[in-house]
């Protein structure tokens, strides 16, 4: 798939043509996770083969005609002037249009009394599905027949669903952040056109949008392309949308592919104007000495020439404090590149200008700390509160001597974790490179006993379509996000360039942490290190692309107790060892060397690497007998990840097709363990815990 502002993810994940579990959805008859709207792959109560590809029988379908010639049945003795009986038969999901009398019948049976003579019948298949012929006193399966009765004629229009299969198509969306509706903004702000990119000739497209937090469903359309409006409120939203080319259908789905955030335009609120090359450090909730209120607009412009930070700027829940950048908004060279401090309920909007696709630019090549700061800390009169609430989006961090983002409660004694957590994190369509340490630093991190567990928790934080190039030390780096974590869609290219000891991962993944990781692509850091401790909640890591230069995932130590870890169907690329290596002799924290992971399961992964094994331990022991580690595949060979020049997975025509996958129900999960109840394969088709899956899953018969 590909997205409006870089390659999208496209999971490598096929599977097998067979039905989900419980056979086909009919409409109206559907429980949640099962009809076709929460987290399955059916579409408005069509059977499916959740996703499969057609048959040597149905390749061979055609598409209906626009026009066609109708057949013609002459039925009964010849008895002119007088009255017939008509009787259509329905099986399946269509309609018949009979002239006379010109009504149409979409029940299972219909009986007409008509004139003697010739009557025309026109088969109208359903959304999803199609003709497949006549039968009774009619024959053929051309749309249109035509019977001449003198007496009675019975005809049976049959339909049955299109076959699911992968037609070459993505969802794209002109904007992916729009703007809630104000008045005196104009209305393409809040609008954002959905297309498919496809070069297939479709024939129909079924759009559904819904709310990424709840599921509900807020938008459907029927046209080959359609325009979303933002509802008032901000809000992320997941679009799918089902395609069909007359022979085949797909259901394509993209989570979180719209975020609508708060207008660029004044909206009724209070402006506050911040030169940037005039002052830069904002100190008390404060713009040239006024206080900013919940609710008030923020218009920054120009080159900080200082330490640039906001303290104490505190917004509320139903009235953030919102600061956009009024044109081309930099800082160079200095330490404090951009700092929030105790701050609450802020938006840091780089999108305020359409001819800018990161508005907001941070560089500094000397000697200096993160770029984008976000934390606690104590300062006279500054110390208010702690921070939490935050939603950072269209900034750009280049040549930064530490991480891009770090965004962490700590800062003082006066706010640890026995008092303070910081909620509801949001950091999206942000582009960071060649920067020093970690591209993104999010949450704490300790290895000291006595801090366990780690301090300074962060929950429901989503970090998604973000950039991460040439990162000196991992890529992304996450510890003590507690709950509610979801990364996904992001695409991270170059870590650990720097070399440093335990710092070289393209994702870290440290103790403390709780939720999911799915639809990213990690390409060209040393490996997944995943320091499973005893705190946390447990962990999901699906549909990922790891293509690394020495290792695939490196899981150290663990406890009885310690949270349970799922990785499955991701394609992984460990040339120089096995897709996951275990070492229960490390001791992150306080588990202790030795003891057990409670429960690790490790299945429908592609593995590619010159060690043909899919998993090994390094060092210790473990007690597996609770453990799923198969199937996977393995291969030796590279190409069978087949990314292409822009990194994106072409896997298939892969002759790493073959090989096993394990159900959901295996791995001890269902779709609705899933975020957003979605789990999707390579082109972007729903799936609903299909009987097997895997990534690079044969489809078979």
């Not at 056979?23 to 559907?30: F, S, V």
């Not at 080959?224 to 992320?236: H, S």
């Not at 990162?471 to 170059?494: I, K, P, Y």
Request: charged share 15%; with cysteine.
């Amino acid at each position: 798939m590909r997205l409006g502002y870089a390659p999208s993810i496209a999971l490598i994940l096929l599977h097998a043509a067979c039905p989900a579990p419980g056979g086909a959805d009919t409409e109206g008859t559907g429980t949640d996770g099962t009809d076709g709207t929460d987290g399955t792959d059916g579409t408005d109560g069509t059977a499916t083969t959740n996703g499969s590809v057609p048959t040597e029988a149905s390749s061979e379908v055609t598409s209906q005609p626009t026009t066609v010639d109708p057949t013609e049945t002459s039925v009964g003795p010849t008895t002119e002037g007088g009255d017939g009986n008509l009787a259509i038969t329905i099986v399946g999901d269509g309609s018949v249009t009979a002239d006379p009398p010109g009504q149409t019948c979409s029940e299972a049976a219909c009986e007409y009394d008509v004139p003697a003579g010739a009557v025309s019948l026109t088969a109208a298949p359903a959304a999803g599905n199609r003709f497949a012929g006549w039968s009774g006193d009619c024959s053929g399966t051309e749309l249109a027949t035509e019977v001449v009765l003198e007496t009675t004629a019975s005809c049976t229009a049959t339909f049955e669903p299109l076959p699911e299969g992968a037609l070459p198509a993505s969802i794209v969306a002109s904007h992916e952040i729009v703007r809630v509706p104000a008045a005196d903004a104009p209305a393409s702000d809040s609008e954002t056109t959905l297309k498919i990119d496809t070069a297939v000739a479709l024939t129909g497209v079924q759009w559904h949008v819904f709310a990424a937090d709840d599921g509900s469903e807020i938008a459907t359309a029927d046209t080959l392309e359609t325009v979303f409006t933002c509802p008032d409120g901000r809000r992320d939203y997941d679009v799918r949308a089902t395609i069909t080319d007359g022979q085949v259908q797909s259901t394509l789905f993209e989570r979180r592919l719209v975020t609508c955030v708060p207008p660029r335009s004044d909206a009724g609120r209070t402006v506050h104007i911040a030169d940037l090359g005039a002052s830069s450090y904002f100190q008390n909730g404060e713009v040239d000495g006024v206080k900013v209120q919940p609710g008030d607009l923020v218009r920054i412009s120009g080159e900080a020439g200082g330490d640039f930070g906001f303290f104490n700027f505190q917004g509320t829940a139903e009235a953030p404090i919102h600061i956009i950048n009024d044109g081309a908004v930099s800082n160079n060279d200095t330490s404090w590149l951009m700092h929030l401090i105790n701050c609450q309920h802020v938006i840091i909007d780089g999108k305020g200008s359409d001819d800018l696709e990161y508005g907001i630019t941070l560089t500094n090549t000397g000697a200096g700390g993160q770029a984008v700061f976000v934390r606690n800390y104590t300062q006279g009169s500054n110390t208010n509160t702690g921070s939490t609430d935050i939603e950072i989006f269209g900034v750009e961090i280049a040549d930064g001597p530490d991480s891009g983002f770090r965004i962490w409660n700590g800062g003082s004694d006066e706010y640890n974790a026995d008092n303070w957590t910081f909620y509801n994190l949001r950091l999206h369509h942000n582009y960071v490179h060649d920067v020093l340490a970690e591209g993104f630093y999010v949450g704490y991190y300790t290895d000291s006993i006595e801090q366990q567990p780690p301090p300074y928790p962060l929950e429901d934080a989503k970090v998604y379509r973000n950039r991460v190039e040439d990162a000196g030390w991992d890529g992304m780096q996450f510890g003590s996000c507690r709950s509610g974590l979801e990364v996904h869609d992001n695409v991270v290219t170059g870590s650990g360039h720097e070399n440093e000891p335990n710092q070289r991962s393209s994702l870290q993944w440290n103790p403390g942490n709780s939720g999911a990781l799915y639809n990213n692509r990690f390409v060209g850091g040393v490996g997944v290190d995943l320091q499973v401790g005893c705190t946390g909640g447990d962990t999901m890591m699906f549909g990922n692309v790891f293509a690394n230069s020495d290792a695939g995932f490196y899981l150290h130590a663990g406890q009885s107790d310690a949270p349970r870890y799922w990785l499955f169907a991701n394609s992984v690329g460990a040339p120089n060892s096995a897709g996951l290596r275990i070492n229960m002799n490390s001791a992150p924290g306080n588990c202790g060397a030795g003891a057990p992971l409670s429960a690790m399961h490790y299945a429908s992964n592609l593995v590619v690497g010159s060690v043909e094994q899919s998993w090994e331990f390094a060092a210790g022991d473990a007690d597996t007998a609770t453990w799923t580690l198969e199937p996977n595949l393995v291969t030796a060979a590279p190409a069978e990840l087949c990314l292409d020049e822009e990194l994106a997975p072409t896997c298939s025509d892969s002759a790493a097709l073959a090989g096993g996958g394990a159900a959901l129900a295996d791995l001890g999960l269902s779709a609705a363990d899933l975020p957003g109840g979605h789990f999707v394969d390579i082109d972007g088709r729903v799936l609903a815990g299909p009987a097997n899956f895997g990534a690079h899953q044969a489809a078979t018969n």
